[in-house]
């Protein structure tokens, strides 16, 4: 059987601990068998980020510009005990947040769908794919503990020296004060993300803020996206592909979705997309069914697993038990990434692989075959529970099997 070749190798970021374990067996069972894979590999492993000063994280993100698709393992985002654990240098950044800051762009989540694990949510028939905001707001606040009495105020002072000024309270008391900040040009490329996410997948854009209540702060986001949508020729481009968008308020998108079908980009700001992808990926049944793709407003794409290391599972293996890591997610940051390469490079035989490789997926669970998180959770139950590197072994069979036949 002769390999499919790639035209442009994609970035591989290599990551720690479960997820780098399974890492090169996804690609020696799945990939390379069947692609003559070309990639540009980078280590994002703790190790090496500390050896380079994570100049490698740099490097894999610079890289991802230039050949524009990228495939990322989950990687740990040290706190004090990694630093010891590791005996680090210092406590390197979230390399997700290092890569967000120079790609840009918006993280897309969605769910990956099988018959015999039924949401919670028993309306849910189709994915709902969340689309976050992943800059400014609470996440870059500054706050103040107001120590007593006295006038809190906002105060711009602009290059020019002008200042604006508004007073937020009187205090009469102790209590507290938050500055957030967003800006017209990260909106515009949130905006923009969202609509060029929602005609790739031919799905509805749904958007929602607050903007009866935030009269300037969220009314800005409702006006950039009408601007965006109506004057940047996405209202042509929803209506030939036979898909809209819709504005709303957060409460009423809330109430809505619990009664539809899915199927849908649910444009969130910063906050509301930190907490609702956790809601959604947990009604949908697991973290490990959960795929994730960073689209930058350039058109460049990075796809990785929603989850984390499972750092838990890295050390049941490194006593040499049995484990339970479930590889979905990281398979179809794989697939999703040379799908991309191929529908870029116009290497059609790459995109059937893809395909071809998250039916199987599919279909082996949906006949029964799965790791323990989802046997806990399916209806009809599991006929046979695989540890991690049994179900990749047998996904490897079945791949074979379909894509000779
Ligand atoms: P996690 O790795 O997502 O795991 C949390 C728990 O969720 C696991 O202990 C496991 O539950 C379950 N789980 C997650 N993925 C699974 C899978 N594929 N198969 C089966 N079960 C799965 O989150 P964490 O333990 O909070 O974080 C560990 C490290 O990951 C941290 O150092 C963090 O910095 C990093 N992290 C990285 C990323 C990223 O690179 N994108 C994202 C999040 C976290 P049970 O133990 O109950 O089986
Ligand atoms: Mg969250």
């Not at 929603?306 to 990281?330: C, D, F, I, M, P």
Request: aromatic residues 10%.
């Amino acid at each position: 059987m002769s390999r499919i070749q790639m035209k442009t190798p994609l970035v591989e970021m290599d990551g720690d601990e479960m997820t780098r374990v399974l890492w090169p067996v996804v690609k020696e069972k799945l990939i390379e068998p069947f692609v003559d894979l070309k990639t540009e590999y980078y280590d994002l492993g703790l190790q090496h980020r500390d050896d380079t000063d994570d100049q490698v994280t740099f490097d894999s993100a610079e890289a991802t510009k230039r050949l524009g698709v990228a495939v990322k393992c989950a990687t740990i985002t040290p706190n004090e005990e990694r630093v010891e654990e590791y005996k680090l240098k210092k406590q390197w950044v979230s390399p997700n947040g290092t890569i967000r800051a120079i790609l840009g762009g918006t993280v897309f989540r969605q769910p990956i769908l099988v018959n015999n694990i039924q949401p919670a949510v028993r309306t849910w028939k189709r994915p709902i794919i969340l689309g976050r905001h992943a800059y400014g707001d609470i996440y870059n606040n500054r706050e103040i503990r107001v120590p007593g009495p006295g006038r809190a105020e906002l105060v711009f002072t602009g290059a020019d020296g002008k200042v604006i000024r508004e007073t937020i309270h009187e205090m009469t008391g102790p209590g507290i004060l938050q500055g957030v900040h967003n800006t017209d040009d990260s909106i515009r490329g949130f905006a923009k993300a969202c609509f060029e996410y929602a005609l790739d997948q031919k799905v509805d854009c749904w958007f929602a803020t607050k903007d009866t209540i935030s009269k300037t702060y969220d009314q800005t986001f409702k006006l950039i996206f009408e601007d965006i949508f109506n004057n940047a020729g996405y209202a042509q481009r929803f209506a030939d592909a036979g898909i809209t968008y819709f504005y709303t308020l957060i409460d009423d998108v809330v109430a809505r979705v619990m009664k539809t079908e899915g199927g849908f980009l649910w444009a969130c700001k910063n906050y509301d997309g930190d907490v609702m992808s956790d809601m959604v990926a947990s009604a949908f049944g697991s973290l490990a069914m959960m795929s994730s793709v960073l689209v930058s407003p350039d058109g460049h794409f990075e796809y990785e697993a929603a989850h984390g290391t499972v750092q838990r599972h890295y050390y049941k293996h490194l006593k040499g038990e049995k484990t339970s890591t479930n590889s979905v997610a990281l398979i179809f940051a794989w697939s999703g990434a040379l799908r991309k390469r191929g529908e870029l490079d116009g290497t059609e035989a790459l995109v059937r692989f893809a395909d071809a490789l998250e039916s199987v997926v599919i279909e082996t669970i949906e006949g029964g075959v799965m790791t323990g998180d989802l046997a806990l959770m399916a209806n009809p139950k599991a006929t046979e529970v695989l540890d991690s590197f049994a179900f990749l072994t047998r996904l490897g069979e079945n791949l074979a099997k379909k894509w000779q036949g």
